[in-house]
């Protein structure tokens, strides 16, 4: 990427949003971007490894299939089993392509010459956030009844009836509006942050030392330029755990609804 | 929120928070392309590799325990076999000892009967020669000492009564004395 930000000697443009805006790859206003090339890439990424995995599925796995295995597997058993039980089954094919969509489309933030969180533009985290409502709550009125889901939803059981007063519009509003809208902000948020800190970190970093210059300026932008790698590697951390608490939330949603009991 | 957004829209810079159309249909469509490819080509192989690796386990215990139960079988077979064998072994013993045992007696029973039988038989032979001997004896001896009285009274005894009576008495003496004197004619 290369951004015409610090020349001219006007001074250090700190980086902003604008930089999350890309202009189309065929012609300025076309609509491919670089971020659905990102999308695009990522997706066809996932397909391949995990068919190479999967082609020649055997019971002794070999190293391309134990990997693709450790992925499936953790989804399986550490996400699904764990947060929905023995049905959670039913939805791993769901939740393992949602965990491996994101977690590639995040990771494109660390890998050199894409180099962008695709999950930082907001589209993409909120069209799966509305995926993952939508199933949850087709789940839950499938098994619940309509009646009986907005009621386990709104009046759980053993709780005094004053407190219904406050409880039922706030599970309500919680359930249908802050749910998707936290699942789809915490993602794009933490990606756009984080790419937002590497930007600073690297632009600054390069800025004070061909900018600036100066003892002070080149000893400042090693320093930015070194801590810079550092954010590098927390970031690809926190890239996988936001993968990691999307999966794991929509497993719990989904979890939620399928219990008769709140 | 709203008025930051409109804020940072008035100046030019565009919002994070605003989604583009595009984006959305390109993401919404990789997202399912994904989801179908990989539920229908990928996901089911591992599925089916752990129920594979499941059942391998599983079988695995199940062949070993089977093996296991067989061997034990075997050995409670042989023991049966071989407790069998020496209880056969033993009755055979038993009864060879007995059979043993009858033959001897019956051979032992046979020749004591043999021998009784042989014995009698002499003894009966025995008295019916003696039986013989003396009778032929008595009317020898009779001849022979009538002859000799003849010869040496020089009468002739004619009276057959007499005769005999004399004869007796002679043949009394005869056996009373002693086997040595009778043989001295």
Avoid at chain 1, 157 to 163: D, M, Y
Avoid at chain 2, 19 to 32: C, D, K, Q, R, Y
């Amino acid at each position: 990427m290369s951004f015409p930000l610090a020349a001219d000697g006007e001074g250090f443009n700190s980086p902003g949003p604008r930089d999350f805006e890309f202009p189309g790859i065929f012609g300025h206003d076309s609509f491919f971007t670089k971020p659905m090339l990102i999308v695009l890439l990522g997706s066809l990424l996932v397909a391949v490894l995990f068919y190479l995995a999967a082609r020649r599925a055997q019971t002794v796995p070999g190293k391309g299939q134990f990997a693709g295995e450790s992925v499936y597997g953790f989804v399986r058993n550490s996400i699904a089993l764990d947060a929905i039980g023995h049905e959670g089954l039913k939805y791993v094919p769901y939740l393992a392509t949602l965990f491996s969509f994101i977690a590639v489309l995040n990771l494109s933030g660390i890998i050199p010459f894409l180099q962008f969180p695709a999950t930082s533009r907001i589209a993409i985290p909120l069209f799966l956030a509305i995926i993952s409502w939508a199933i949850y709550n087709a789940i839950g009125i499938r098994r619940q009844g309509l009646v009986g889901y907005f009621k386990n939803m709104m009046f759980p059981p053993g709780i005094p009836w004053p407190v219904y007063i406050l409880l039922a519009p706030i599970e309500l509003f919680s359930t249908f509006f802050v749910r998707p809208i936290t699942l789809a902000l915490r993602l794009t948020f933490n990606m756009f942050a984080g790419h937002l800190v590497l930007l600073l970190f690297v632009l600054g970093g390069e800025y004070l030392v061909f900018d600036k210059g100066g003892i002070v300026g080149v000893l400042a932008g090693s320093v930015s330029l070194f801590g810079s790698i550092v954010l590098t590697f927390f970031e690809g951390f926190v890239q996988l755990l936001q993968a990691y608490v999307f999966t794991l939330l929509t497993a719990l949603y989904i979890g939620g609804a399928l219990a008769d009991e709140h | 929120m709203l008025s930051t957004l409109a804020l940072l829209a008035s100046e030019g810079e565009p919002s994070p928070l605003k989604p583009h159309t595009s984006e959305l249909i390109v993401g919404l469509v990789a997202f399912t392309l994904l989801f179908l490819f990989l539920r229908a080509k990928v996901f089911p192989m591992f599925e089916k590799a752990y129920a594979d690796r499941t059942s391998a386990i599983e079988g695995g215990i199940e062949r070993a325990e089977k093996a296991q139960a067989e061997a034990q079988a075997a050995l409670e077979q042989y023991r049966a076999q071989l407790a069998e064998a020496r209880n056969e072994a033993a009755r055979i013993r038993d009864e060879a000892r007995e059979q043993g045992k009858a033959i001897v007696d019956q051979l032992t029973a046979e020749a004591r009967e043999t021998a009784a039988r042989i014995t009698a038989r002499g003894e009966e032979q025995l008295v019916a020669e003696r039986q013989q001997v003396v009778t032929q004896l008595r009317g020898e001896i009779g001849r022979i000492a009538v002859e000799l009285a003849e010869r040496v009274v020089g009468e002739s005894l004619a009276d057959d009564e007499r005769q005999k009576r004399v004869v007796d008495r002679f043949l009394a003496e005869l056996e009373a004395a002693p086997a040595g004197s009778g043989e001295t004619r």
